[in-house]
């Protein structure tokens, strides 16, 4: 059983549809995965059904843009009601933030000497409901004025480089309380890559298992060895669910390949058994 619970697809910043997702996890050996896309669930019922064909089971989720003091911050919310209504309407004021800053991201990178026209971006996104600097950067490559998304996002789009322009995301403990009255299981993203260790401390990531959280994300790409282990050992320490996951893009991220990382069967298992009992999605 081979397990990977943070991939994304095209009806985000994926390059994959959901279902080429779930065919090419079943190829990378997988036999769950957990699809967790930017602010949206529209994915889910495509890649559960590619999934009944191809074996796959998928762990419908989301990954809900968040921030603390200012910060990014990633929330996983796993087996939420997908018609919550207070869910869905965070979630939609995200993608509307998402949305909202496009414009003043085209007037920087013109002023940057690298100019892109909305159709351009727009082009990128497709039929997704959720807008993201990825999409951007693929705009970037598609003009030739840089070779990939790392590139894009070491030159312009990084949160420290002079094309970023933040955006509305969701106050982190806000987040876990809407998963959790959505029924469904909260576990944070990549705590501890891109130096955010500084803003979700341990104290911070105690706190907020306080107001709910149950789980976070140990074995990521973003993560050295060093780090998984200090991460794991506050996970236990705080009683929390520990994940690995490959946070894979399609071809929109290095190292981050289907099933780079994996989380073990009996945390799964613990994540469906703390489903079940609280009335929340499992896969189907
Ligand atoms: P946004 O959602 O618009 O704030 O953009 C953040 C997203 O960009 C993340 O969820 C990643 O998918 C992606 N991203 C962030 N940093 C990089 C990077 N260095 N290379 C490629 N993609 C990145
Ligand atoms: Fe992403
Ligand atoms: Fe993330
Ligand atoms: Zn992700």
Not at 231 to 248: K, N
């Amino acid at each position: 059983m081979l397990i990977d619970l943070h991939v994304h697809s095209s009806v985000s910043d994926g390059t994959t549809s959901p279902t080429r997702l779930v065919f090419d996890a079943r190829d990378a050996g997988l036999t769950v995965i957990g699809l967790v896309d930017h602010d949206t669930f529209d994915g889910i019922t495509e890649a559960t059904e590619a999934g009944h064909r191809a074996g796959v089971s998928v762990l419908p989720g989301v990954e809900i843009s968040c921030e603390r003091d200012g910060r990014s911050v990633h929330l996983l919310g796993y087996g939420c009601d997908m018609r919550d209504p207070a869910l869905l309407a965070e979630l939609a004021r995200c993608r509307a933030g998402r949305t909202g800053r496009v414009q003043a991201m085209l007037d920087k990178l013109a002023e940057l000497g690298v100019p892109l026209t909305v159709d351009e971006v727009m082009e990128q996104v497709g039929a997704a409901p959720s807008v993201g600097r990825p999409h951007f950067a693929d705009a970037m490559v598609a003009k030739g004025y840089v070779k990939d998304r790392t590139e894009a996002f070491e030159n312009y789009l990084a949160d420290d480089k002079p094309a970023y322009v933040p955006r509305y995301a969701t106050e982190v403990s806000d987040a876990i309380r809407l998963v959790r009255g959505a029924k469904g299981l909260a576990v944070l993203a990549h705590p501890w890559g891109r130096g955010m260790d500084q803003t979700l401390t341990s104290d911070v990531i105690a706190e907020l298992a306080e107001v709910g959280l149950e789980g976070i994300e140990v074995d990521h790409p973003d993560h050295d060895d060093q780090t998984r282990s200090l991460l794991s050992a506050l996970g236990e320490r705080l009683g929390l669910i520990r994940t690995g996951s490959s946070d894979h893009h399609g071809e929109g991220k290095r190292n981050h390949l289907l099933g780079a990382n994996h989380t073990r069967p009996t945390a799964y298992r613990e994540i469906l058994r703390r489903l079940k009992v609280r009335g929340g999605v499992l896969p189907h």
